[in-house]
C-alpha cells in the first residue's frame, strides 16, 4: 500500500510528531510560568530534562517553539468562531454578533485568564510573526464571509466597495483581537464589544 | 486697590508661577531624555540645579511634575482640534472627519516625533490620572457636539440613543487618542483614520 509523503519535512514519523507536541506542551508550561521573553531554549532544555541539541533536531529556534504554541492557541480562537457563527438559519447581524462576542471571550480567556499566553501572544503580533498574520488573515475572511453573506441577503448595504468594508470593520475589531490592544481593554471588553457591534451594524444598514 | 484671590492655593504669586513653570519645563526636557519611569525627583533637582526641598515646595510628587506636563500636552491637542472643527460654514461631516484627522497627527506628533513624551502619557493614560481623565472627557464632548448637531441638521440618524452614539464613537476612536492603544497603531496611521471615519460616518447616515 502506498503511503503519501508527509507535507512537512520536519515532521519525519508519528513518533517525531509526538516529540514535537511533547516539547511544544512542556514549552507551553513553562513559559505560562516564567514567560516567553527571559526563557533561553537552555532553561527550557534543564526544565524539560531534554538535551538543548535534542530540542534543536525538532524546532530551529525558541521562536519557532513559541510560534507552535501561538498556532496553537490561535487556532483554537479560530475553531471557536467557527463552530458560533456556522449554525444553521442565523441572519448576518446575528453571525457577526457572535463572531465579536466568540473572539473576545476566546481571547480574554486563553490571553489572559487561564493559560496566560498573552506573552507569547504579544510577541507574535509585536513582531508578526507567521502565526499571527495567519490569524489576522483567517479573522478578516470571517469578517468578508458575513459582509459578503449580509449583502446577498439584503440585509447589508452594497454602495461601499466590499474590500473598504472589510477592512474598516476588521479594524474596528483590533482593539478586541490583537493581544497588545487588548490588554488596555480589558476594562472595556463588558460593554463595549456590544456598542462597536452595534456601530458597526448601523454602518452596515442598507 | 483690591486684587483676588489666587484660585489655587500652591500657585502663590506670579514669582512662583514662573518658577513652577520653569522646573515643568526643566522636567519636561529631562524626562524627553532620560524617560519618566526612570527618573527620581532627586535626578530630577540635580539635573536642573535646584535642591530637591525646593522642588517640593511646587510640588508634591513627580506625578505632579509630569501631571503638568501632561496637561500642558494635552490642551495643545485640543486647542488644535478645537481650531480645526470651529471653522463657520462646515458640515458636520467634516468636522467630525477634522476631529479625527486633527487628534491623530497631534497626538502622533506630540507623542512620538517632536517631543518624545509618549513616555509620560502612557503612564497619565495607564495610571488614569486627571490629565487623561479631562482629555478623555473632553474628546467625548466633542464627538457630542459634532453628534448633536449633525442630528438637528438631519444629517446624521436620530434613532440610536444620543448618549449609545457618542460612547460608541468615542471607543471607536481610543486607538487614535489613547497614547497606549496608539503606539501600537503607528503602522496603521496613514490609511485607517479615513477608513474608521468613514465607518463611523455610515452609521450615522439618517
Not at 513559541?66 to 442565523?90: H, K, N, R, Y
Amino acid at each position: 500500500m502506498n503511503q503519501p509523503s508527509l507535507p512537512s519535512p520536519s515532521i519525519r514519523g508519528p513518533a517525531d510528531h509526538d516529540i514535537r507536541n511533547q516539547i511544544v506542551a512542556a514549552a507551553n508550561e513553562h513559559f505560562s510560568q516564567y514567560g516567553y521573553g527571559k526563557t533561553t531554549v537552555s532553561d527550557l532544555a534543564k526544565a524539560i530534562g531534554f538535551s538543548k541539541a535534542y530540542i534543536y533536531k525538532f524546532f530551529d529556534s525558541k521562536q519557532a517553539i513559541g510560534e507552535a504554541i501561538c498556532s496553537q492557541c490561535l487556532a483554537e480562537i479560530v475553531a471557536a468562531v467557527e463552530q458560533a457563527i456556522s449554525e444553521e438559519g442565523l441572519s448576518a447581524t446575528e453571525r457577526f454578533r457572535r463572531l465579536v462576542k466568540t473572539l473576545i471571550t476566546t481571547g480574554v480567556n486563553l490571553f489572559f485568564n487561564d493559560r496566560k499566553l498573552y506573552d507569547i501572544a504579544a510577541f507574535s503580533a509585536s513582531e508578526r510573526w507567521p502565526s499571527s498574520q495567519v490569524y489576522n488573515a483567517r479573522i478578516k475572511r470571517f469578517v468578508l464571509q458575513i459582509v459578503r453573506e449580509g449583502r446577498e441577503l439584503g440585509e447589508f448595504e452594497r454602495k461601499t466597495p466590499l474590500d473598504e468594508t472589510v477592512d474598516a470593520i476588521h479594524l474596528a475589531l483590533r482593539p478586541f483581537v490583537n493581544p497588545l490592544l487588548l490588554q488596555h481593554n480589558l476594562d472595556y471588553v463588558e460593554d463595549a464589544p456590544t456598542l462597536t457591534c452595534n456601530l458597526i451594524l448601523r454602518s452596515l444598514m442598507p
